[in-house]
C-alpha cells in the first residue's frame, strides 16, 4: 500500500481551463463577500497553466462580463475585436462561393466578439485567481478518483518517477491525495476523469451519445500586407465530402498573424480517411493559399471538442461534485462556441457548491446545480441550438443546413421538431473493403506538412520512461479485428503520428508512439473496438502550447 500525502480543501478542481478558473474566481469572490474561508485549489496536468489549452478562438464576452466586469482595465488579453466576418461554401479545390449572412445561421455571426488565445486568457485569469488566494498546481495530473461511501471525496494526483515497466526511479514521488468537500471536474472534452464518473454514477442515462469533432490549428506568421486584424472567415464543404461534415477557419489576430484551422466531424463513416490530412489539403484552396503563401506555420496543435449539445449532456451532479464546462459537453456548436458556456458552468458550480459550505454541506449530491443551470442563459443557448448538429446528421449538409438556417434566424431555436443522433461516433465506421480509397498528395513542406513537424511545432513531451497511458484493453484487437475489418484506423484519424502498423520479423504489429500524444483524445473516442482508453500520463507530459 503506497502512503501518500493528504492535503485537504473546501473545493478541488480539476483542469485549469475556463471552466475550471471561472469556479475558482467565482468560489473566491464568494468567500471575500461573505468574508468566509474557503480553501480552493486547482490542479492543472499542463506544465503551466494554458499548456494544453487549444481553442480557434473567437470569444464571446457574456461570462467574463460577469465573472470580472472590469476585465479591460485589468488588462486581459482580449483586445482584437472581429472587424469582418466572411462565410464561404467550398465547392472545390479551386471554387469556393461567398454565403450572404441572411442565408446562413445567426448564431454563425460575430458582431462584438474577439479573436483571443484561449491559452492566453486562461494564464491570464490564473493570475485573477491566484490574486483571490486561490492555490493552483501546474504540473500535476489528477490520476485517480477518491471514491468512500458512494460520495466523490477528492482526487489522488499521478505518481512521478515510475519507469514504463511500473518500477520506482530515482526520485520517485507517490502521488498525493487532494481530499475535498466537493469537486469540481473542468478537464476538458473526454475528460479522463469525467469519462470514468459518467460510467459510475451512470450520469448519461437517457442522453444521446456524445459528439465529437477533431480541431486542428496552426499559427502562421504572414506578411503585413496580407494581414486584416479582426477578419473572421469561417467554411464549409470541399475537401471534407459525402456525408463528412466539418468546417474551416481563419482568423486574423494581432502582430500580423493568422490562425487556421479545419474541424472534422468524428462520426464519419470511411475508414480510410485522415483528417490530418484532410487539414493539409485544406490550405492549399486559394482562400487560404492566398494568405498563407509564403508565410511561415509557427504553431501546430488538435483537439477533440465535445459538442453532442443538449439532448448529449450527462447529468452533471452527483454525491461529492459536479462536472462543468466540456467535460459535460456545454459547448454550442450552433455558435462554434464553448469557452463562454464553459465559463458559466463554472460559475453557477461556485455559487451552488459555496451555499453547501456555508450550509455546512459536504460531499452531498447538489442537484440544485441542474434547476440552476437549467434557468441560466448558457442553457437557454443550448436548448435553443439543441437540434442544430443531430439536424446535420440526420438531412444531410444542405437540408440540414437549411433547417438550421430557418430555425435560428426566424423561429430562435423554437421549431416544434426534435432531431437526436443516437448512433456513438466509434459505431460509424464501414468495412475498409465497402470504402473509397483516398489518396492523399505529399505534403509540399510549405503550406502542408506531415505529422511529426508538426508535432515537434507544438512542443510535445513526456518522459521516456514511464507507463505507456495509452492502454490498450485487449492487445489483439489492432491487428486481428481492426486491421482486417477497418484497416486499422488509428493510423490515419490520430494527428500526431502515435499509432503504426509495422511489420516487425515477418509479423504485423500495433506500435504506440506515446511520446508523439498530444492529448486530443481521438483514438479514445474513434476506436471502433472501443480498445483503447487515455489515461493521464505524468504530470507536465503533453503539449506545451504557448499562445493556442
Known amino acids: 500500500m503506497?502512503?501518500?500525502?493528504?492535503?485537504?480543501?473546501?473545493?478541488?478542481?480539476?483542469?485549469?481551463?475556463?471552466?475550471?478558473?471561472?469556479?475558482?474566481?467565482?468560489?473566491?469572490?464568494?468567500?471575500?463577500?461573505?468574508?468566509q474561508e474557503c480553501m480552493i485549489c486547482v490542479v492543472e496536468k499542463g506544465s503551466e497553466v494554458g499548456a494544453h489549452v487549444l481553442s480557434g478562438a473567437i470569444f464571446e464576452t457574456k461570462a467574463l462580463d460577469e465573472l470580472l466586469p472590469n476585465w479591460q482595465e485589468l488588462s486581459a488579453p482580449v483586445t482584437t475585436k472581429v472587424t469582418n466576418d466572411e462565410?464561404?461554401?467550398?465547392?472545390?479545390?479551386?471554387?469556393?462561393?461567398?454565403?450572404?449572412?441572411?442565408?446562413?445561421?445567426?448564431?454563425?455571426?460575430?458582431?462584438?466578439?474577439?479573436?483571443?488565445?484561449?491559452?492566453?486568457?486562461?494564464?491570464?485569469?490564473?493570475?485573477?485567481?491566484?490574486?483571490?488566494?486561490?492555490?493552483?498546481?501546474?504540473?500535476?495530473?489528477?490520476?485517480?478518483?477518491?471514491?468512500?461511501?458512494?460520495?466523490?471525496?477528492?482526487?489522488?494526483?499521478?505518481?512521478?518517477?515510475?519507469?514504463?515497466?511500473?518500477?520506482?526511479?530515482d526520485g520517485y514521488m507517490p502521488g498525493m491525495e487532494l481530499r475535498a468537500k466537493y469537486t469540481i471536474f473542468a478537464e476538458g472534452c473526454r475528460g479522463h476523469l469525467g469519462k470514468q464518473l459518467i460510467n459510475e454514477f451512470a450520469l448519461d442515462a437517457g442522453s444521446s451519445?456524445?459528439?465529437?469533432?477533431?480541431?486542428?490549428?496552426?499559427?502562421?506568421?504572414?506578411?503585413?500586407?496580407?494581414?486584416?486584424?479582426?477578419?473572421?472567415?469561417?467554411?464549409?464543404?470541399?475537401?471534407?465530402?459525402?456525408?463528412?461534415?466539418?468546417?474551416?477557419?481563419?482568423?486574423?489576430?494581432?502582430?500580423?498573424?493568422?490562425?487556421?484551422?479545419?474541424?472534422?466531424?468524428?462520426?464519419?463513416?470511411?475508414?480510410?480517411?485522415?483528417?490530418?490530412?484532410?487539414?493539409?489539403?485544406?490550405?492549399?484552396?486559394?482562400?487560404?493559399?492566398?494568405?498563407?503563401?509564403?508565410?511561415?506555420?509557427?504553431?501546430?496543435?488538435?483537439?477533440?471538442?465535445?459538442?453532442?449539445?443538449?439532448?448529449?449532456?450527462?447529468?452533471?451532479?452527483?454525491?461529492?461534485?459536479?462536472?462543468?464546462?466540456?467535460?459535460?459537453?456545454?459547448?454550442?456548436?450552433?455558435?462554434?462556441?464553448?469557452?463562454?458556456?464553459?465559463?458559466?458552468?463554472?460559475?453557477?458550480?461556485?455559487?451552488?457548491?459555496?451555499?453547501?459550505?456555508?450550509?455546512?454541506?459536504?460531499?452531498?449530491?447538489?442537484?440544485?446545480?441542474?434547476?440552476?443551470?437549467?434557468?441560466?442563459?448558457?442553457?437557454?443557448?443550448?436548448?435553443?441550438?439543441?437540434?442544430?448538429?443531430?439536424?446535420?446528421?440526420?438531412?444531410?449538409?444542405?437540408?440540414?443546413?437549411?433547417?438550421?438556417?430557418?430555425?435560428?434566424n426566424i423561429f430562435n431555436g423554437g421549431l416544434p421538431f426534435t432531431f437526436k443522433d443516437n448512433t456513438p461516433d466509434h459505431s460509424t465506421l464501414v468495412d475498409a473493403k465497402a470504402a473509397d480509397k483516398i489518396a492523399y498528395p505529399k505534403p509540399d513542406g510549405q503550406l502542408s506538412f506531415d505529422k511529426l513537424s508538426s508535432v515537434f511545432l507544438s512542443n510535445t513531451n513526456h518522459e521516456e520512461s514511464q507507463p505507456c497511458h495509452l492502454k490498450l484493453k485487449d492487445a489483439s484487437i489492432p491487428i486481428n479485428v481492426n486491421l482486417v475489418k477497418f484497416d486499422e484506423p488509428a493510423q490515419r484519424y490520430c494527428p500526431a503520428g502515435v499509432y503504426e502498423v509495422q511489420e516487425i520479423a515477418g509479423n504485423k504489429e500495433f506500435v504506440i508512439n506515446a511520446q508523439n500524444c498530444v492529448h486530443c483524445k481521438t483514438c479514445d473516442i474513434k476506436d471502433p473496438s472501443q480498445n483503447i482508453t487515455w489515461v493521464t500520463p505524468e504530470g507536465a507530459g503533453g503539449p506545451n502550447y504557448p499562445n493556442m
Open 209 to 408: 451519445p456524445q459528439h465529437y469533432g477533431l480541431g486542428f490549428k496552426e499559427i502562421w506568421q504572414i506578411d503585413e500586407s496580407k494581414h486584416e486584424l479582426g477578419k473572421v472567415v469561417h467554411g464549409t464543404g470541399w475537401p471534407l465530402s459525402g456525408d463528412t461534415n466539418g468546417g474551416a477557419f481563419m482568423y486574423h489576430s494581432e502582430n500580423n498573424q493568422v490562425v487556421v484551422g479545419l474541424i472534422v466531424d468524428l462520426n464519419y463513416a470511411n475508414p480510410h480517411l485522415s483528417p490530418f490530412d484532410e487539414f493539409q489539403r485544406m490550405k492549399h484552396h486559394p482562400v487560404f493559399k492566398n494568405v498563407l503563401e509564403g508565410a511561415e506555420r509557427i504553431a501546430y496543435g488538435a483537439r477533440a471538442i465535445a459538442k453532442g449539445g443538449l439532448h448529449s449532456l450527462p447529468k452533471m451532479h452527483f454525491a461529492g461534485g459536479l462536472l462543468v464546462g466540456c467535460d459535460a459537453g456545454t459547448l454550442n456548436f450552433a455558435k462554434i462556441k464553448g469557452n463562454h458556456t464553459a465559463m458559466k458552468s463554472g460559475m453557477i458550480a461556485a455559487e451552488v457548491i459555496f451555499e453547501a459550505l456555508q450550509n455546512e454541506l459536504a460531499n452531498t449530491d447538489l442537484t440544485k446545480y441542474q434547476t440552476a443551470f437549467e434557468q441560466s442563459w448558457a442553457y437557454k443557448e443550448l436548448y435553443q441550438s439543441r437540434n442544430f448538429g443531430p439536424a446535420m446528421h440526420k438531412l444531410g449538409k444542405f437540408i440540414g443546413g437549411a433547417y438550421n438556417t430557418l430555425d435560428q
Open 2 to 35: 503506497v502512503e501518500r500525502e493528504t492535503m485537504e480543501f473546501d473545493v478541488v478542481i480539476v483542469g485549469a481551463g475556463p471552466a475550471g478558473l471561472s469556479s475558482a474566481i467565482k468560489l473566491a469572490q464568494l468567500a471575500q463577500e461573505k468574508q
Open 87 to 169: 462565410i464561404y461554401w467550398f465547392n472545390n479545390e479551386q471554387k469556393a462561393t461567398s454565403i450572404p449572412h441572411f442565408a446562413t445561421p445567426k448564431t454563425f455571426h460575430n458582431d462584438g466578439n474577439y479573436i483571443v488565445s484561449m491559452g492566453n486568457v486562461c494564464r491570464w485569469l490564473a493570475e485573477q485567481a491566484e490574486n483571490l488566494g486561490v492555490e493552483i498546481f501546474p504540473g500535476f495530473s489528477a490520476h485517480s478518483l477518491i471514491i468512500e461511501d458512494k460520495a466523490v471525496n477528492g482526487i489522488i494526483t499521478g505518481d512521478m518517477g515510475v519507469d514504463k515497466d511500473g518500477n520506482e526511479k
